[in-house]
Nanobody, 120 residues
Framework: QVQLVESGGGLVQPGGSLRLSCVAS????????VSWYRQAPGKGRELVAA????????NYADSVKGRFTISRDNAKNTVYLQMNSLKPEDTAVYYC?????????????WGQGTQVTVSS
């Protein structure tokens, strides 16, 4: 059974930090690129950060560059999102997404999301 399970969300004050984790099971995690998306109330889902399967490359939304860091540990089937200097506008549900080519099609999996609330 394929699963992506996010954790680490919560309530934090502006300027604070959180580390999100996403643990994968049921597929060959190391073959998949992984991304973090977020969705704020009343808004569409947006890409926050992404990392390639071998962690050779990362990219970030302009709004989080210099504050967020994505990383992965393929031995633990886990991807992380370190979030520093959090702002109220970072408040959203954060989702983990894994995408990889499994012939003859691309496979995409989503987690259930974890709530991040930045508020004083």
């Amino acid at each position: 059974q394929v699963q992506l399970v996010e954790s680490g969300g919560g309530l934090v004050q502006p300027g604070g930090s959180l580390r999100l984790s996403c643990v994968a099971s049921g597929f060959t995690f190391s073959n998949y690129a992984v991304s973090w998306y977020r969705q704020a109330p009343g808004k569409g889902r947006e890409l926050v950060a992404a990392i390639t399967s071998a962690a050779g490359s990362t990219n970030y939304a302009d709004s989080v560059k210099g504050r967020f860091t994505i990383s992965r540990d393929n031995a633990k089937n886990t991807v992380y999102l370190q979030m520093n200097s959090l702002k109220p506008e970072d408040t959203a549900v954060y989702y983990c997404n894994a995408e990889g080519w499994v012939a003859p099609a691309i496979r995409r999996y989503w987690g259930q999301g974890t709530q991040v609330t930045v508020s004083s």
